[in-house]
């Protein structure tokens, strides 16, 4: 059998280890070949881009930061140079003797691998995402590093906010959904947290200044996720005038200031979160789905995307894993316990306990979902 990978969409910590996991499985419990495609979908365009991986050629990857294959977050064969390029797609696998695509990627990385499966091109996914926002999976790789990125953040950031007195917000990534800014912000002891899934109020944050100044507190950690929106604002995912990267937390802390006089800085973390090696969960996890996604090529599971629930690997038709954002439910567990100890998330308690719950499709686990992609 002969495998193609691919990476599409934005870069995030893990995706050399996933590359490795592919090839290293797909040779030596499979026996089978193995070629990398270069910047994502575009590299299966005429003229291709694809050259043979080895082993030798992934040596000591899953450590590695970046991705040896490069990757795109822009192209898609559907609509490359104002035209529907796909049957150039189908024309390379076939010219290539290609039994099969793994494609790496998140929502609309992988929208575009069901789109290509449904014209016949076997193919199956490996959800990435540093967001952590793509349904059918209970967690995606990229997702741990970009936390503990975070987190280290805030911890420095707690140390100069104590010495200059001063209201320190951090914008990190976290346009559709908030998971980021949740855990790093629950980690790092943040005071305030700022999320897509609750809006806020810019006189609640004001609110929270004051108070902590009254306690003997001139200093305040403020975690905005970049999709932070305040009540009655458009989701920025939604809004063609909202800027791609960073913004939210600088105007907001303008506002603020404007209540009640509070010195601040504002830090956005911007790609560094997706930069440098990963962590070892992320490390684990992209080997993990890697393998997992060779098995199920050895499988014919076409059009599948493997994913995680609990501890156990599962399978997911593509279709089902994409087109529904993975949100933070804002009467979950998580959200309570940050409130039980005192976070404010910028709205009054009141408001929030009467937020709807998102609606999310299940991951499901077991034969339903193919079972264990394990040996």
Request: aromatic fraction near 4%; proline fraction near 6%; charged fraction near 20%.
């Amino acid at each position: 059998m002969k495998l193609g990978v691919l990476i599409g969409g934005s870069d995030a910590p893990g995706l050399n280890a996933v590359i490795r996991a592919v090839v290293r499985t797909a040779v030596f419990r499979y026996r089978s070949d193995v070629v990398g495609v270069s910047h994502g979908f575009e590299g299966l365009l005429r003229p291709p881009e694809v050259w043979p991986l080895g082993p030798g050629d992934v040596r000591g990857l899953s450590r590695r930061g970046g991705a040896i294959l490069g990757s795109c977050n822009r192209g898609s064969p559907f609509s490359s140079e104002g035209r529907d390029r796909s049957d150039e797609v189908l024309e390379t696998v076939r010219w290539m003797g290609i039994d099969a695509l793994v494609c790496v990627g998140g929502d609309g990385s992988l929208a575009i691998a069901d789109r290509l499966h449904r014209l016949g091109v076997p193919i199956v996914g490996i959800p990435k995402t540093v967001e952590n926002d793509l349904d059918g999976t209970g967690v995606t790789f990229g997702y741990s590093t970009a936390v503990e990125i975070a987190c280290e953040a805030i911890d420095k950031l707690q140390t100069t906010r104590e010495t200059q007195h001063r209201v320190m917000y951090i914008e990190v990534v976290g346009r559709r959904a908030g998971w980021i800014a949740l855990s790093a912000g629950i980690a790092g002891a943040a005071d305030v947290i700022l999320i897509p899934e609750i809006p806020y109020r810019v006189d609640a944050i004001a609110e929270v200044v004051r108070e902590r100044a009254a306690q003997g507190k001139p200093s305040t950690i403020v975690v905005v996720a970049e999709g932070a929106r305040e009540v009655g604002g458009a989701p920025a995912y939604e809004d063609p005038g909202v800027r791609r990267q960073g913004g939210v937390a600088s105007s907001l802390a303008a506002r603020v200031e404007a209540l009640c006089q509070a010195d601040y800085r504002v830090t956005v973390l911007g790609h560094l979160q997706r930069g440098g090696a990963p962590n070892a969960q992320d490390r684990i996890l992209a080997t993990r789905f890697g393998a997992a996604a060779v098995k199920a090529a050895h499988e014919g599971r076409s059009g599948q995307m493997v994913g995680i629930a609990g501890s156990e690997i599962v399978h997911v038709p593509l279709d089902r894993a994409v087109g529904t954002i993975k949100a933070v439910d804002p009467q979950s567990e998580l959200v309570w316990t940050a409130v039980s100890v005192g976070t404010s998330f910028g709205v009054p308690v009141e408001e929030l306990a009467a937020l709807p719950r998102p609606a999310q499709a299940p991951v499901a686990a077991g034969p339903a979902a193919g079972g264990r992609a394990g040996p």
